[in-house]
Every structure is written in structure tokens, then in C-alpha cells.
């Protein structure tokens, strides 16, 4: 039950934090758990500092919600142990109750930590600051280092996930062509050809939360690894990137030489892998800096990866910025389809040793479509489920079933089905269309026929359709009370312009992928 309840907590933080925020400072973690309460055991004081200040009350939450009672969570530290007295050995400290307390006392201006402006990043400060005590530590202990400069300070984190591989990357029609892509690359930069022979720098990979674009990074960068053992890359969160430059910016009058080494990082780069440039948008000097690095790569024939979750042409950056990643090639990873979330299911559920019988895939599959996140939860809440369910047999004498069947999988899966059933309707559906096409909510029930409004409706009728289990008259009803002969008209419609235009099928899978991100 120990690792079920930490890896439910750990699904439910994957969707509340920043995947920079998750990769860095909780996929890493050592957590055991006893009598509610949860042991984080954090490898560096660094970690401990920032686990209890940042993260601690989101964890005891998600836990808490996940067990179905109040856990407390407590953090241990060998490093800080080890330096406190011989004589008096010592106990893991409280860090947080999910119950009223007096909040944690803010951080001294002098003890080497620094919450970043967008609260969900922690850097280790630039300057004098960063004692050597404090610089020598690693802020993770697997798959991640911290680079410096010339002179010790640290310059940016590299978070390179070495369980995330090609080897258990499940491929499908969904994202095949990103994956034949990212490998072209390899080749070409293994084969020592950093001169972009087959036009695929940058690369630019899109697509919805939850799909893979931050796997596909890892992967490329663990078979790089491996076959290049000294490459200079680097996997930099967009996030961590502005954090960084904006304490760059802070001390540049006092100490220009910190922003200088941070360019000068970049720009020795063999191959920059960039995760998520969408959270560039609206911030001027970060976007300056990111152009610069580009051109400068770019001039210099090295490898540029970038992934965002809109296309390259869509993405609120400026136009001479959107011209540069759209120079290479661009590829879009879209939800998997039935066949590969089957198999992605089943392969996570044999890394987690689940026994099932063969109709579970089915059923998950089926019904869960939105993101290969809701299939690893999916996962963790029939392991927890599996595990107490052996518990309780045993406790009563009764034979254990060593294989969970469907009906096990109804009942463990309940709540995320029923979240799932909820939350998309047809409202939620037109709100959706609309803003994609920027149009208004009322154009949709309209009983004129706009031409600029026709199709995204015939769309909207069409994912009502596929994804809710509303009928054809009831999808009329809410169209402004169209005959359901209309709704069955748009539908067969819009899946034959799917298979014949390319525009048509990219915007379609663009909407439904934001619909099963909501």
C-alpha cells in the first residue's frame, strides 16, 4: 500500500505542478508511509529547504485526498542529521498537518534560497549569495545536474529523465512521425553532421498536455547520451529558463558578468532542447534572449528542438521569433488513439505488475481519451485498488483473485470516470470552438447561416457527438433547436472533410485535444 498511496499523490501533484516543478523536486523523491504519515527523505539540505517551504502543504493535500483522511507529512534529511550532535539522534521533523497551524516562517535573506516570481520555481541564487556549501549540492539525485560557470556560480539546471527512453516511448499513428523525426536528428548529430543536411533544425514538436513531448525529449537526449558521451545539451524547462535570466537581470548591475555566462552557456550547446516556449509569451527580455540563442546556435549549425502545445505559427511569441521555428520541420503528437492507449496502458501496468484480464485494456481505453496522464493514474488507482482488495481477503479468509477484471476496474476507476462524464458537455464544447475561431457563443444557435460560422458549428456538432453521450436531438436543442437530420448531415460532413483536408482534420484534432485538457 506504501507505494500505491505516494504514487496516487504523486499523479495528483503531476497535474497541479509545472512539469519543471514535478521532474525536479518530487519524481525523485524517497517517500515511505506508516500510520498516515508520509517520510519524504530529501538527499540535500537544498531539497529539504525547498520541499518544506514550497511544497509540503500541496503534498499533504494531495495525499489526503488520495488516502481519504488527514496525513501528515514529515521531511528527513541524512545531510542535516549527520550535523547535528552525536548525542542526540535525530527524529524526522513535522513539516506539515493538513489542519490549521501558523504558517512557516518566511526565508532569511541569507540562507541561500529563493522562492522565483511564478511561485512554482526554485533556484539556487546567482552571486556571492550561493555559499560553496550550498553550490555543491545536487538539487536531485537521478537525471539532473547543475551547470556552472567559470567561476562555480550556478548557471542553469539540465533535468534529463534517464526512465524516460525510446524503449518504453509506445509508438502509434498519433505521434510515429515525431518519433521518426526526433531519430533523423539523432543520426544526424551521432554521425557528426551538425549542418542541418535534411532540414530538421529547428524541430519543432507540438501538441495537448499529457502527451509525450517532454518523454520524447528525455528519449532523444538519453540516446544521445549514450552514443555521444560528451555532447553538450541540455533540456531546459521555459520556465526555469525565464526564472533564471530574471535573476541574471537582477544582479547585471552589480555583477555583468553572471548574464554574459548564462549566454555564453547556451551558445556552446551541441544540441538545446527547449520544453514548452509558449510560456515565453508576454515576457519582452526573455523572448530578446531566446532569439539571440537561437540565431546564434543556428548560425553556428547546432541541433534546436522546441516543443509547445500550439503550432509553431500559432504560438503568441513575435512574428520574426515564429518564422525561425517554423524554418525546419514541425510535427504534432495528438492524443493517442484507441490501439495505442491500450498499449500504453498495458505497458504501464506491467511496469507497475498488474495482473489483469484482457477486456481491463478495453475498458480503459475506451473511456479514458484525453492524455496518457489520465492512463498512469488510471494505473496507480488500480494498483492501490488491487493491493487493498488482496489485504481485505486476506484479512477474512477468503480465496485472493489474482487477476483484476472489468468490473474491478469500474469500481476503482469510478471517480475518474464520473469527473470525466461531467466535465465535458455540449456547453463546454461550443465555449471551446468558439474561442478557437474567435467567435461568440450566440453565432452557434444562430438561426442565420454565416458562412465564417457554419463549419466551426458543424465541428462543435461533431465533438458533441463523439465526445459526450448526448443524442442527435439533444445536440440539435442546443444548436438553437436544430432538426436532428442537421446534426447527422454535419457529422458525416466534417469526418469526410477530415480525411480529404489537412486544414480541416488539424483544427478538429487542435479542439479536441483542448476539450480533453480542460
Known amino acids: 500500500m506504501t507505494g500505491g498511496i505516494w504514487d496516487l499523490c504523486k499523479a495528483e501533484l503531476q497535474k497541479s505542478l509545472s512539469p519543471g516543478t514535478y521532474s525536479l523536486w518530487i519524481a525523485p523523491l524517497n517517500v515511505t508511509y506508516a500510520d498516515n504519515t508520509l517520510t519524504v527523505r530529501c538527499p540535500t539540505r537544498v531539497i529539504e529547504a525547498y520541499f518544506s517551504r514550497m511544497l509540503v502543504s500541496k503534498v499533504a493535500e494531495a495525499a489526503s485526498r488520495v488516502a481519504g483522511t488527514e496525513i501528515t507529512v514529515v521531511t528527513e534529511c541524512p545531510k ?51 555559499s560553496e556549501e550550498i553550490a555543491s549540492e545536487t538539487p536531485y539525485q537521478e537525471g539532473a545536474a547543475l551547470d556552472s560557470g567559470e567561476d562555480g556560480v550556478p548557471i542553469m539546471r539540465i533535468s534529463v529523465n534517464p526512465n524516460q527512453t525510446f524503449d518504453n516511448y509506445i509508438s502509434g499513428p498519433s505521434n510515429r512521425e515525431a518519433i521518426y523525426a526526433a531519430n533523423i536528428v539523432i543520426d544526424s548529430i551521432t554521425n557528426g553532421v551538425y549542418n542541418g543536411s535534411v532540414n530538421i533544425n529547428p524541430l519543432y514538436i507540438y501538441g495537448g498536455s499529457g502527451l509525450g513531448k517532454s518523454h520524447l525529449l528525455n528519449a532523444m537526449a538519453n540516446k544521445l547520451r549514450a552514443q555521444v558521451p560528451d555532447i553538450r545539451l541540455a533540456i531546459v524547462d521555459a520556465r ?40 515565453l509569451s508576454g515576457k519582452k527580455q526573455c523572448q530578446e534572449e531566446f532569439f539571440n540563442i537561437f540565431n546564434q546556435l543556428f548560425g553556428d549549425h547546432h541541433q534546436i528542438v522546441v516543443t509547445s502545445d500550439v503550432y509553431s505559427k500559432k504560438v503568441s511569441l513575435p512574428d520574426r521569433l515564429k518564422t525561425r521555428l517554423s524554418q525546419g520541420a514541425t510535427y504534432e503528437i495528438k492524443p493517442p488513439e484507441f490501439e495505442t ?88 464544447i461550443i465555449k471551446v470552438v468558439a474561442d478557437y475561431y474567435h467567435l461568440k457563443i450566440e453565432d452557434f444557435r444562430s438561426k442565420r447561416q454565416y458562412r465564417k460560422v457554419a463549419r466551426p458549428r458543424q465541428i462543435a456538432m461533431t465533438l458533441a457527438r463523439e465526445l459526450t453521450r448526448t443524442s442527435f436531438p439533444q445536440i440539435g436543442e442546443c444548436f438553437g433547436g436544430r432538426d436532428h437530420s442537421t446534426v447527422v448531415h454535419a457529422c458525416k460532413n466534417i469526418q469526410n472533410l477530415c480525411e ?19
Do not use: W
Open 240 to 279: 526555469v529558463f525565464v526564472d533564471t535570466l530574471i535573476e541574471a537581470f537582477r544582479v547585471v548591475q552589480t555583477n555583468p558578468g553572471k548574464l554574459q555566462s548564462l549566454k555564453d552557456y547556451f551558445r556552446k550547446l551541441d544540441i538545446l532542447m527547449f520544453d514548452d516556449i509558449q510560456f
Open 80 to 130: 542535516r542529521q549527520k550535523r547535528m550532535a552525536q548525542a542526540a539522534p535525530a527524529a524526522p521533523r513535522p513539516a506539515y498537518a493538513p489542519e490549521p497551524a501558523a504558517a512557516a516562517p518566511a526565508p532569511s535573506q541569507d540562507d541561500g534560497y529563493r522562492q522565483t516570481d511564478s511561485g512554482e520555481g526554485f533556484e539556487i541564487p546567482f552571486g556571492e549569495q550561493a
Open 500 to 518: 480529404k483536408d489537412q486544414t480541416v482534420r488539424t483544427d478538429y484534432e487542435n479542439i479536441k485535444a483542448a476539450i480533453l485538457s480542460c
Open 341 to 428: 492507449r491500450q498499449q500504453i496502458f498495458l505497458s504501464k501496468a506491467e511496469q507497475a505488475h498488474l495482473r489483469l484480464t484482457k477486456d481491463v485494456a478495453f475498458f480503459v481505453a475506451q473511456n479514458i481519451q484525453s492524455n496518457v496522464r489520465e492512463l498512469e493514474a488510471a494505473v496507480n488507482k488500480l494498483s492501490v485498488y488491487g493491493a487493498s482488495k488482496r489485504e481485505k481477503c486476506r484479512e477474512e479468509g477468503r480465496p485472493v483473485k489474482q487477476q483484476l477484471d472489468v468490473n474491478d476496474a469500474k469500481t476503482a476507476l469510478h471517480d475518474i470516470l464520473q469527473n470525466l462524464a461531467s466535465s465535458i458537455t455540449v456547453e463546454s
